[in-house]
C-alpha cells in the first residue's frame, strides 16, 4: 500500500509528466485548483517526443517535428529504446537513450518554468505499465541527466484512472484502462472503492503501438511508389526514410478522420503532381492483424482480475492510437459497450500524474495500490527461473527465498535477476547479476543463503542475500540494467546543462519575437489609422523605420540585435502613441533581456 499523504512539501511544486513515445504531455496541480495541462506558446497542449538535428544545432518537440521536412536528422519513439545499450547517432554525435529523453524532459521543464516563471525541480513521470525494471530505471536516469528529481514512477493506466476517478471517489466501479499509445500497449484493470485506487491486474505488449500501423503505411507507400512511379525508396538514407515516416502518420492520422486519403508524394518520386490514394477500408485491412493483437492483453488482464467481463462498469481510452475508429469499434465490440465519452487520451495521463503530485504533497486524499507487471525470479543452475515475485502482486513488497550451495565447499552463489513468464532464464530478461562470495567451506545443501527481492513504489527493485550462518549481507540495487554507471550520469548531466542554456534561449527568443510583432502590429495600425496631419512626419517616418528594423531582425532571426534594440523600440512607442497609453492601453514593458 503506498502511502500518498504529506511526503512533501506544499509549496513545492510537482509536474506530472506523460513522457511518451510519440507526445509528451505536461500537468500541473497549483493551490488545490483542478489539474491543467500546460501549452506553449500557441496553446499546444502536447509536445512531440522527437529530437532532431538540422545540421547546426539539436532541437526538440515541435522545431523538431517540423524540421524533418527539411531534410533533418531526427530521432523518434526512443521511449522503445530506454532500458537497452541501443547508441542512437544524431549529428555524428552518439547519445544513450537516457540522453535523447532527458532533452525531452528539460524542454518539458524549460517550457514550464517559462510557462510558470519559477522554477521547478521534481516531477513525477509516467511510464507504461507493462515497463520492466531496467525501463524504469533508465527513465529515472534521463530524469537526473535532465535536472528533474522524479519523486515517483507511476503506471501510465494508473495515472489515468487517477485523473478520470478523481470526481468519482466515493463510487465503487472497475475500470479496465485500454492504453495504446505511438509504441506500447497496456491493460490495467482496477477497483476504484473509498477514494482507493487498486490495480487488479496489468497486461499489455511492450512492442505493440501506433508506430506499427505507420510501418505498415510506410510499406504501402514504398510499394505505391515503385508500382506507379517505378521508384525505389532509399530506406537507408535517414532523411528520406523520415519524409517516408512522416507522410506515414499523417496519413494514419488523417483516416482518422476521412473515408479516404491521397497522398502527394511529389518528392518522395521527384515526379511533380505524384500522388497516392488509400481508403479506411484499405487501411484497416491492412493493420487487421495489429488490431488483433490487442486481444490477448485484454483478454490476460480480465482473466488475472478474477473477474467475468460484464462485471467491468467502465472502460476508458487512453493513448493517441485510441482515436483510430477501428479501435473504438473493436472494443465496443468486445465488451458490448461504449467506451467513457470525455476522457482525452493526450492530456489523462499527464493530469492523472499532476494529481498524483498534489496527493503526494497531502492536498487530495487517495490511495493507489499498484502492482508489478512481470514476474521476477532468479536463475537457477539448471537454466530455469525460480519465479520470487510473481506478476500483479500488489507493490511495494517483499518476498524472501532461501536458496543453498550446489557443490561441496562451494565458496560463493552466484545470484542472476531475471524478469519475465518463461521457464527457462535465457528466454526471460536479466536485469543484473552478483556474486556473494565467502560462505564458510561446508557440504552442498548445508549452507542456507536468504535472498530478498523487495520492490518499492516505483517498481525498482532492490536484492539482497544474507548467509544465515555467518550474518554476511549484500544488498544491490538492480539499477546498472541500461549500462549505465553513475560517473557516466553525472557526466550527462553536465553535458545536459548546455543543452538546457540553448533550450531556454530559444524559447525566450520566441517569447520575445511574439511581443515584437505584437508591438510592430499595433504600431502599423497607429499609423495607418492617424492622418498625416495628426502625425508629424518625424514620428510617421521613424514608426516606419522601426516598423522595417524590427521586422528585419524578426525575419533574419536576429535575436541578438531584437534584444539589443528592443528597449530603444519600446521607448519610440512609449513616445509616439503617448496619447493612446494615456487613454489606458496598457504596454507590457520588457526589461529583462538576457
Ligand atoms: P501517445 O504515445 O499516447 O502520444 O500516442 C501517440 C500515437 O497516437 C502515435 O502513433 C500517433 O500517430 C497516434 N495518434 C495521435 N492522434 C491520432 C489520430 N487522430 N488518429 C490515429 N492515430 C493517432
Known sequence: MSDLNKRIDK??????????????????????????????????????????????????????KESIFNDSEAIFSVKRFMGTKEEITLGGKKYSPEQISAMILQYIKTRVEVSLKRPISKAIVTVPAYFDDSQRQATINAGKIAGLDIVRIVNEPTSASLAYGLDKLSDDMKILVYDLGGGTFDVSLLHLHDGIFDVMATSGDNHLGGDDWDRRLEEWIISSAKALYNKDIDMNNHIIANKVKGYAEWTKVQLSFNEEVTVDISDLVGNEGASIVISKIEFEELTKDLMDRTKFPVEDAVKESGLDPSQIDKIIMVGGSTKMPMIREYVKSYFGRDPEEGVNPDEVVAIGAAVLGSSLKGEINVQLNDVIPITIGMASYDGTMTPIIKRNTKIPCKKTDIFTTSFDNQDKIEVKVTQGERTMSEDNKILGEFEFIGLDPAPAEEPQIEITYAIDENGILNVSAKDLKTGKFKEVTIKDTSGLSSDEIRKMI???????????????????????????????????????????????DRSIAWIRKMEGFLEKEDYRALRVNFIAFQFHMYVTMYEEIKKGYKMNFKTDFE
Open 11 to 64: 509549496d513545492v511544486d510537482i509536474i506530472g509528466i506523460d513522457l511518451g513515445t510519440t507526445n509528451s504531455c505536461v500537468a500541473i496541480v497549483e493551490n488545490g485548483q483542478p489539474p491543467r495541462v500546460i501549452t506553449n506558446e500557441n496553446g499546444d497542449k502536447t509536445i512531440p517526443s522527437i529530437v532532431s538535428w538540422d545540421g547546426k544545432q539539436l532541437l526538440v518537440g515541435n522545431e523538431a
Open 494 to 540: 553536465a553535458d545536459a546543462e548546455k543543452f538546457k542554456n540553448d533550450d531556454l534561449q530559444k524559447m525566450k527568443n520566441v517569447e520575445l519575437s511574439k511581443i515584437a510583432w505584437e508591438y510592430i502590429e499595433l504600431l502599423v495600425k497607429y499609423v495607418n489609422e492617424n492622418p498625416y496631419d495628426k502625425l508629424p512626419y518625424y514620428k510617421r
